[in-house]
T-cell receptor
Framework: AQKVTQAQTEISVVEKEDVTLDCVYE???????LFWYKQPPSGELVFLIR??????QNEISGRYSWNFQKSTSSFNFTITASQVVDSAVYFC???????????FGTGTSLTVIP | DAGVIQSPRHEVTEMGQEVTLRCKPI?????LFWYRQTMMRGLELLIY????????DSGMPEDRFSAKMPNASFSTLKIQPSEPRDSAVYFC??????????????FGDGTRLSIL
């Protein structure tokens, strides 16, 4: 079973639309960490945000916001007023305190159309 | 601060040749990871070092692949002999601490490898 599921393989939106990227995780650990990474067309992987399992506060950073809900094992990422520069593949990842690796989702490819 | 540095950025070689990819982690980071990314298989962890010691190499595809970390500031991933199916982007990443902690991995820009 997938530890991290990103069910949306590809999403296209028109510029200035809001878009939410879904991430569902699976773990039995009580202590774990969730991450989002961005991979723009240039190819590098850029760390965006980290959340620990004890902190369910949502976070906002500019046009980006993250909604962490333990009840549904989800850590969704919303981009408000999307821009062309947001076009990228976005990866969600999980690290378990008792685990031995990062678990990456398969990524969601976001295309923002001008 | 310098990030994770990988070299070369691009490598094109013929099958059968030896390929060596290099990585310099962020100073002070004591965990290092090698990943392979392809369209078909996504991002795969190949091997993970902590304090220069290989902790998990279960993702290394076969004996043709080997990785070393002779010191805290340098690692290599070697493929010998290379095959066309090894064509992929290879990423190196480092983090301060160990997997299971709250630190994110920081990735290099990757090496785009093409085996003809």
């Amino acid at each position: 079973a997938q530890k991290v599921t990103q069910a949306q393989t590809e999403i296209s939106v028109v510029e200035k639309e809001d878009v939410t990227l879904d991430c569902v995780y699976e773990t039995r650990d009580t202590t774990y960490y969730l991450f989002w990474y961005k991979q723009p067309p240039s190819g590098e992987l850029v760390f965006l945000i980290r959340r620990n399992s004890f902190d369910e506060q949502n976070e906002i950073s500019g046009r980006y916001s993250w909604n962490f809900q333990k009840s549904t094992s989800s850590f969704n990422f919303t981009i408000t007023a999307s821009q062309v520069v947001d076009s990228a593949v976005y990866f969600c990842a999980l690290s378990e305190a008792r685990g031995n690796q990062f678990y990456f989702g398969t990524g969601t490819s976001l295309t923002v159309i001008p | 601060d310098a990030g994770v540095i990988q070299s070369p950025r691009h490598e094109v070689t013929e099958m059968g040749q030896e390929v060596t990819l290099r990585c310099k982690p962020i100073s002070g980071h004591n965990s290092l990871f090698w990943y392979r990314q392809t369209m078909m298989r996504g991002l795969e962890l190949l091997i993970y070092f902590n304090n220069n010691v290989p902790i998990d190499d279960s993702g290394m595809p076969e004996d043709r692949f080997s990785a070393k970390m002779p010191n805290a500031s340098f690692s290599t991933l070697k493929i010998q002999p290379s095959e066309p199916r090894d064509s992929a982007v290879y990423f190196c990443a480092s983090l301060a601490g160990f997997i299971g902690g709250n630190q994110p991995q920081h990735f290099g820009d990757g090496t785009r490898l093409s085996i003809l």
